[in-house]
């Protein structure tokens, strides 16, 4: 099956600072969305980008579909941006998450 | 509702003991997902519907598992002799479409299932 890796698996950073998180896949997908899980667990949409590139404030998405990864940037981090950010994807019906990348930001 | 509800929000239990969690989708919604996320993990799939049917079961991970959703809303996930290695959060998103549409999944808040 399609193998979805994230990077990198941890990052602490200042507020203020930029940051690019990246989702790699191993095969074609239909669609990919990106989540942010906020400490108390809820998963929140993010972006909706088979391909192409979103931007939504301060936080931006580009997925290159035929090289296989997608990227997320935060601009300007900010406390509340702390928690786990996740791709999913969807590859011909199956539904696979990423292992999530786990953000800090420090005041 | 605005969004999609689960409940309860916490559950425990105790080893042997069968357990019901319940998900309201999105109104309008035809599609509904159920995933489980254990400590640390992404969440994986569980099981899929697209109306009353279930698309995909493939990721039930064994017989004690079964859910429903006999009037295309609503969707229950059943869970038979619970065992500790069951303890997980349980989360259901719906979406417009099915897995070969524009399905833009959103996402419950979780049941948290603690079997002792």
């Known amino acids: 099956g399609i193998q979805v890796e994230q990077s990198p698996p941890d990052l602490i950073l200042q507020e203020g600072a930029n940051s690019t998180l990246r989702c790699n896949f191993s095969d074609s997908v239909n669609n990919l969305q990106w989540f942010h899980q906020n400490p108390w667990g809820q998963l929140i949409n993010l972006f909706y980008i088979p391909s192409g590139t979103k931007q939504n404030g301060r936080l931006s998405a580009t997925t290159v579909a035929t090289e296989r990864y997608s990227l997320l940037y935060i601009s300007s981090s900010q406390t509340t941006d702390s928690g786990v950010y996740f791709c999913l994807l969807n590859q011909g019906g199956k539904l696979i998450f990423g292992q999530g990348t786990e953000l800090s930001v420090k005041p | 509702g605005a969004g999609v509800s689960q409940t309860p929000s916490n559950k425990v239990t105790e080893k042997g003991k069968y357990v019901e969690l319940r998900c309201d989708p999105i109104?309008?919604?035809?599609?509904l997902y159920w995933y489980r996320q254990s400590l640390g993990q992404g969440p994986e799939f569980l099981i899929y519907?697209?109306?009353?049917?279930?698309?995909?079961d493939s990721g039930l991970p064994n017989d004690r598992f079964f859910a429903v959703r006999p009037e295309g809303s609503v969707s229950t996930l059943k869970i038979q002799r619970t065992e500790r290695g069951d303890s997980a959060v349980y989360l259901c998103?719906?979406?417009?479409?099915?897995?070969?549409?524009?399905?833009?999944?959103?996402f419950g808040p979780g049941t948290r299932l603690t079997v002792l």
């Open positions: 998103a719906s979406s417009f479409a099915g897995t070969r549409g524009y399905n833009e999944q959103f």
């Open positions: 109104s309008g919604h035809t599609a």
């Open positions: 519907f697209q109306g009353t049917g279930a698309a995909d």
